[in-house]
């Protein structure tokens, strides 16, 4: 199809090309208009700087017919003058001449009357009528010649202009005369620097002209100059084909002009316009988690950031206003940031319940914002506060999850107390369990649905690891401590049925306690527990019941704090500074890390010992003391 044909009708082909077209004839078709767009960019660039030295020589030319003409002008208006004094000359010099022919042929005509007599007074008075005539129709011809060629208004401003001396231009005057024309050779060829010190100067020049009028034709040229080479300068900075050097340079210009608001904003803009292109480009689907298209993002959306802060301190640097424009315009970038990481990542991942897919997504991203800081730009809160609802609800999800997995473990528990999983085979969920435990904790035993019910909460810890900084240390003790009374309430139901009516009185108190405090899960945003109505294998010997109590006490006094002392521990790197975010960084930690683990009980907060005094009580609770 040719494009270029004059007759080629844009509509007329698109609504041909649909109707044949699926949808991936269409995303095909606008992959080839983007090739033939980029072709059509490149074609127009190369004829820009191959006409570009035809476009200078003629720019150049026409200033030289400019200063022709006026060289003209000023030579042709000289010739006048000249005319019309010689002329005036010549009129004085004939008439002075036919007085004096005149009065020489009377002078004759007496002479020769008196010295020889032969002529007659007759003769003589013809003569002199003659004369007369003679010199009466030379003068009348030589005023008619001279009305001819001026007027008498002509002849005065003529005397007028020949006794005044005009005083020669200064060098000042002389330069001022030329610059406007200078100005438009050096804006025309692009010569931004070398025009912005000629428009300076003109500025100063204005005060030393002596001519007001000279003065005010200079200003008016300089400002109209000025206006053509703002414009310019907008206009490359507008392009999106210009970046780095070339941009800076035409901010700057903008700047030195004292355009400082509107140079800013077009440097803003054009970071902007760079981040959403870029992000158009970007794939969101093929990834397994959305971490690629993550990282893609985050990197081109923060390090545009980074750039246009630099660009900012380097140009803007004494000015605070743009200072606060640049921090609001980041924000605004963040915000749409997270929007793209919602719309691809976030959403899909929350209502998926993948808590690790989240948490590794916000946590590469605060990765890449957490580099602004050494530039004086804080997002990580506005980024924070932005994705909190996305984890959040991630979060909720892997909760459900927990539930349901436990409740169909606990179905199927024969209560048997076994060992924790360790050795050498052990996968990577044992060993980020070995590792929050320590070596002097692996001798605690736990039934089949304890050591379930445990490794989904280390699971769930060390996914939540990487956003602890989210501000979701309490919400997520919070969770912990609701799923662990759940189950509790669950081995509840394990024992065998009280026969005694005390024991009665007491259950009948116990489940109005559980359901308190299910209500109040659901306040905090756990929803119902279906977990809880299902069936459970009753321990029937004494054995299996220190088994329910090995559970409950296990876990309560030496496990769940582990794992509270980890999000603790996490928490205040995090809050320090030093967290980085992610399993990469906890293994760095090794085994110093799991020596403040074990002796780490003095960094408990107040709202960590609560928790664990909350625990207690529910084992503490009847009837799961020893029978």
């Known amino acids: 199809m040719n494009f270029s044909h004059d007759k080629f009708d844009a509509e007329k082909y698109v609504d041909d090309q649909m109707q044949i077209m699926d949808e991936r004839g269409v995303r095909l078709l606008v992959g080839d208009l983007a090739d033939y767009r980029r072709v059509s960019a490149d074609e127009m660039r190369k004829s820009v700087f191959a006409n570009y030295t035809a476009f200078i020589g003629t720019s150049k030319e026409i200033a030289e017919l400019e200063v022709e003409l006026q060289q003209m002008k000023n030579l042709l208006s000289l010739q006048t003058n000249l005319i019309h004094s010689l002329a005036a000359d010549s009129l004085n010099n004939e008439t002075s001449s036919n007085a004096n022919s005149a009065a020489a042929a009377a002078a004759a005509a007496g002479g020769a009357g008196a010295g020889g007599g032969s002529s007659t007074p007759a003769s003589t008075a013809s003569s002199v009528t003659t004369a007369g005539t003679s010199s009466t129709f030379a003068a009348a011809s030589s005023s008619s010649y001279a009305s001819s060629l001026a007027t008498p208004q002509d002849e005065e401003e003529d005397e007028r202009l020949w006794?005044?001396?005009?005083?020669?231009?200064?060098?000042?005057?002389?330069?001022?005369?030329?610059?406007?024309?200078?100005?438009?050779?050096?804006?025309?060829?692009?010569?931004?620097?070398?025009?912005?010190?000629?428009?300076?100067?003109?500025?100063?020049?204005?005060?030393?002209?002596?001519?007001?009028?000279?003065?005010?034709?200079?200003?008016?040229?300089?400002?109209?100059?000025?206006?053509?080479?703002?414009?310019?300068?907008?206009?490359?900075?507008?392009?999106?084909?210009?970046?780095?050097?070339?941009?800076?340079?035409?901010?700057?210009?903008?700047?030195?002009?004292?355009?400082?608001?509107?140079?800013?904003?077009?440097?803003?803009?054009?970071?902007?316009?760079?981040?959403?292109?870029?992000?158009?480009?970007?794939?969101?689907?093929?990834?397994?988690?959305?971490?690629?298209?993550?990282?893609?993002?985050?990197?081109?959306?923060?390090?545009?950031?980074?750039?246009?802060?630099?660009?900012?301190?380097?140009?803007?640097?004494?000015?605070?206003?743009?200072?606060?424009?640049?921090?609001?315009?980041?924000?605004?970038?963040?915000?749409?940031?997270?929007?793209?990481?919602?719309?691809?990542?976030?959403?899909?991942?929350?209502?998926?319940?993948?808590?690790?897919?989240?948490?590794?997504?916000?946590?590469?991203?605060?990765?890449?914002?957490?580099?602004?800081?050494?530039?004086?730009?804080?997002?990580?809160?506005?980024?924070?506060?932005?994705?909190?609802?996305?984890?959040?609800?991630?979060?909720?999800?892997?909760?459900?999850?927990?539930?349901?997995?436990?409740?169909?473990?606990?179905?199927?528990?024969?209560?048997?107390?076994?060992?924790?999983?360790?050795?050498?085979?052990?996968?990577?969920?044992?060993?980020?369990?070995?590792?929050?435990?320590g070596p002097g904790l692996m001798h605690l035993k736990l039934s089949s649905s304890g050591q379930k019910f445990y490794m989904l909460l280390v699971d769930l810890v060390e996914d939540i690891l990487p956003v602890i900084s989210l501000q979701l240390f309490g919400r997520i003790l919070d969770r912990l401590a609701s799923l662990f009374e759940s189950y509790v309430a669950l081995l509840q139901k394990a024992l065998p049925s009280p026969s005694s009516d005390d024991d009665d009185n007491e259950d009948e108190e116990g489940e109005e306690g559980k359901a308190g405090e299910k209500d109040k899960d659901k306040a905090n945003g756990g929803g119902e527990e279906p977990w809880q109505d299902g069936s459970v294998r009753t321990a029937e010997d004494e054995q299996q019941q220190l088994a329910l109590l090995g559970n409950a006490s296990a876990l309560a006094d030496d496990l769940l704090p582990r794992l509270a002392q980890r999000l603790t521990l996490a928490a205040g790197e995090e809050g320090g500074g030093g967290g980085g975010g992610g399993r990469g960084g906890r293994k760095q930690g090794g085994a110093e890390q799991d020596r403040r683990l074990s002796g780490g009980g003095g960094r408990n907060t107040a709202e960590h010992k609560e928790w664990q005094l909350r625990l207690q009580k529910v084992v503490d609770k009847p009837p799961l003391p020893i029978p």
């Open 163 to 437: 006794s005044v001396e005009v005083p020669e231009p200064t060098e000042i005057e002389k330069y001022a005369e030329a610059l406007p024309d200078i100005l438009d050779i050096l804006i025309a060829e692009r010569k931004v620097d070398r025009a912005i010190e000629l428009l300076e100067q003109g500025q100063q020049i204005e005060e030393e002209i002596l001519s007001a009028e000279a003065a005010n034709a200079l200003a008016t040229a300089i400002a109209d100059r000025r206006a053509w080479l703002v414009g310019q300068l907008e206009e490359t900075a507008q392009q999106a084909a210009v970046r780095g050097q070339e941009l800076r340079q035409a901010v700057g210009a903008l700047y030195r002009l004292g355009e400082t608001e509107r140079a800013h904003q077009l440097l803003l803009a054009a970071y902007g316009e760079r981040i959403r292109s870029g992000s158009r480009l970007l794939r969101p689907r093929g990834t397994s988690f959305g971490g690629a298209y993550t990282a893609a993002l985050a990197q081109l959306v923060f390090s545009a950031i980074s750039q246009a802060a630099t660009d900012s301190a380097r140009i803007f640097a004494s000015d605070p206003s743009c200072a606060a424009d640049l921090l609001l315009w980041a924000q605004r970038e963040t915000e749409f940031c997270v929007s793209l990481l919602k719309r691809h990542v976030l959403s899909s991942a929350a209502a998926a319940g993948g808590l690790h897919a989240a948490a590794e997504c916000v946590r590469i991203a605060l990765g890449h914002c957490r580099l602004l800081e050494d530039q004086g730009l804080t997002l990580s809160p506005v980024l924070s506060k932005l994705v909190r609802p996305s984890v959040e609800e991630a979060l909720e999800f892997n909760i459900i999850r927990i539930e349901d997995s436990v409740a169909t473990m606990v179905a199927v528990d024969d209560w048997v107390l076994l060992p924790l999983p360790h050795g050498s085979g052990a996968t990577g969920r044992v060993r980020a369990l070995q590792q929050t435990l």
